[in-house]
């Protein structure tokens, strides 16, 4: 046509354009986005796996708290923390966007396909939410009474686990951004993310649950979960996961379904 | 042909099913000024929505530079700028920034985008402005600065929808002068408005729309010419029970063209208001004249003669 970059050069192009914007606005902000992604799992180590350990057998934790929880705390704190990336670096910000001010129609009109727009929210934020993962390891292995150190020799899963997980909890933070007002996002966070986060075998192993059956078999439905069971598999070996052949399908499957409710839902705001 | 719309039509499905856009065909040239006239509600944004990529038509067609939206709506919106109808300028970047990201949107090099943007802060008189965020800026500069953002990747054609609502008068002159300017530049216009100072002054043509329709298109001058050479007077009355009277009465007087009969009073097309103002006056003074409103040819008067009603209703 009258243009001559080619599409495949411009979608580049635009894509990386959409990546800067986004690195210039958290830029502005990085230390809010370290203390929001770093104060949980910062006091959850401290009181559980500094302070606990040093209470003599009065604390009911103890039993349990000590070096064992710290380390079976440390894949659900970066689970955690991938999680929140979604929600605070697309949910958050794409309500706003699509609230009164509608920000976002400037980036929707740039010249590539609308999904792509909706790609690079979720791109960004699973980058973040690798950072914010990777933030939890120092703090796990300075902290606790005990350190935690995370086994890295099997980086290879650990990396795909953290590349899907992020790209999942992006994939929730679409969805949630692209379907709720800025009004209600509050509220959202405290029905649907707390709650999964806290049944999401973030604090204990799924496998533990099996004195509660019931439980063991409904939370196969939280995302978190796989996140979590594939995270323990990778960084802590040494305790007890589900399967790897079990978790990495399961964590694909709910980033299709995640990934495609936030895109219908990001493409309904955008085109009507 | 920059724009063409074929056969265009909107029915937005819901609770209550609106036919938004019900036919329109319109055919915008190679650097002209095109304005789509039209009171509220009349399927203006609807209409530039669909031509933007961004609301997909029920039926019809519309192509910019001879790429169908539909089809291509990423490789169509290369070609495309917009100012859309509210302020959508981004909250957490600087002026520069926005123009700066947005050429990168389009591909452009960080040189290139930043040298564009420098040099549209200057064409634009927003070199001071540079630092500051959107929400600093008045209606005015917040306006001007998303004109400047639309063209920042050279497109071929610039929307403009409503783009003087809610600016004070002296913005909008402004606005006009940026507006006018970019003819230097060879980008085609389409606006849309319900002002019809800013239709006369701006556009090439105009085509007025109502209830999704299109009722008239050709310039100010020769819609004018076609419809409206009339001056307008409109009496509202008191009593309104021998208003068929005073219309026969009034309809001998010379100068008067032709008469309607309102619920509440009377509207006369006549020749000019001169001379016969005095007679008119008296005439309905009988049935308890209240007000009487008087609109020379104009833009407002080809819409009162194609509708009956005033822009404003
Ligand atoms: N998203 C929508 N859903 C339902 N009805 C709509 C929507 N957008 C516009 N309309 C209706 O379509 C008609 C035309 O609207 P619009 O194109 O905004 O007119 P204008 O810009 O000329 O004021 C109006 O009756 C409006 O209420
Ligand atoms: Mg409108």
Redesign the interface.
């Known amino acids: 046509m009258n243009n001559p970059i080619s599409d495949r050069s411009l979608f580049v192009k635009a894509f990386y354009g959409l990546l800067l914007r986004d690195l210039r606005v958290i830029s502005r902000e990085l230390a809010p986005f370290l203390l929001r992604v770093g104060m949980q799992p910062l006091l959850f180590l401290f009181v559980f796996t500094y302070i606990m350990p040093r209470m003599a057998g009065g604390s009911p934790m103890a039993s349990t708290a000590g070096p064992g929880f710290g380390t079976v705390l440390l894949p659900g704190l970066m689970a955690v923390a991938i999680m929140f990336c979604g929600i605070a670096a697309v949910a958050l910000p794409l309500s706003t966007e699509f609230g009164s001010t509608r920000e976002i129609d400037d980036r929707v009109m740039c010249p590539v396909p609308v999904a792509a727009v909706a790609l690079e929210k979720v791109v960004f934020s699973a980058l973040q939410s690798i950072v914010a993962a990777g933030l939890v390891i120092p703090m796990a292995i300075w902290i606790p009474a005990s350190p935690v150190y995370p086994d890295l020799h099997r980086w290879p899963l650990m990396a795909i686990v953290l590349v899907l997980s992020s790209l999942l909890a992006g994939a929730l933070g679409l969805a949630i951004g692209s379907s709720v007002s800025p009004r209600h996002i509050g509220l959202v966070f405290s029905i649907l993310v707390v709650p999964i986060t806290f049944l999401g075998c973030v604090y204990y192993p799924w496998a533990y649950l099996d004195k509660i059956r019931w439980l063991q078999i409904a939370v196969l439905l939280n995302p978190i979960v796989y996140i979590c069971e594939g995270l323990r598999s990778a960084v802590t070996p040494q305790v007890h996961s589900m399967p790897v052949w079990i978790v990495l399908p399961a964590l694909v499957v709910f980033l299709a379904i995640l990934g495609r409710l936030g895109l219908r839902a990001f493409l309904r705001r955008v085109i009507s | 042909m920059i724009v063409e719309i074929e056969a265009l039509t909107k029915v ?1 499905e819901g609770k209550q099913r609106v036919v938004a856009v019900d036919g329109i065909d319109l055919e915008v040239k190679e650097g002209e000024i095109f304005g789509l006239l039209g009171p509220n509600g009349a399927g203006k944004t609807t209409t530039i ?1 669909v031509a ?5 038509p029920t039926s019809g067609k519309v192509r910019i ?1 001879g ?1 169908d939206v539909v089809d291509q ?3 169509a ?2 070609s ?1 700028g ?1 100012v ?1 109808q ?8 600087t002026i520069f ?2 123009l700066y ?2 050429c ?5 090099s960080h040189a290139q985008a930043r040298d564009r943007s420098d040099q549209l802060l200057a064409q634009f008189l927003l070199t001071e402005r540079r630092k500051a965020f959107p929400a600093q800026l008045s209606g005015g500069l917040a306006q001007r600065v998303q004109i400047a ?1 639309a063209i920042a990747h050279r497109p071929t054609v610039l929307f403009l929808d409503e783009p003087s609502a809610g600016l004070d008068p002296q913005s909008r002159l402004a606005m006009w002068t940026a507006v006018q300017s970019l003819r230097k530049d060879g980008i085609t216009v389409l606006l849309t408005t319900h002002y019809m100072e800013e239709a006369d002054a701006l556009s090439d043509r105009v085509a007025i729309v109502d209830h999704g329709r299109l009722l008239a298109l050709g310039s100010p001058q020769k819609l004018k010419d076609t419809f409206g050479a009339q001056t307008i007077i409109q009496l509202t009355l008191r009593q309104t029970d021998q208003l068929a009277a005073l219309a026969a009465e009034l309809a001998t007087r010379s100068g008067v063209q032709n008469i309607e009969t309102l619920d509440d009073g009377l509207r006369l097309f006549t020749t000019g208001a001169e001379g016969l103002l005095p007679d008119l006056i008296q005439s309905a003074a009988r049935l308890g004249l209240r007000d009487i409103a008087i609109n020379e040819p104009s833009l407002e008067t080809v819409f009162i003669h194609l509708t009956g009603r005033d822009l404003r209703e």
Request: hydrophobic letters at 30%; charged letters at 25%; zero cysteines.
């Open positions: 937005y929505g933007t990529t961004r609301t997909l530079n790429i709506p990423a490789r919106r290369r495309i917009v859309p509210f302020n959508t300028l981004d909250r957490s970047l920034e926005n990201y947005h990168r949107y389009f591909g452009f953002r």
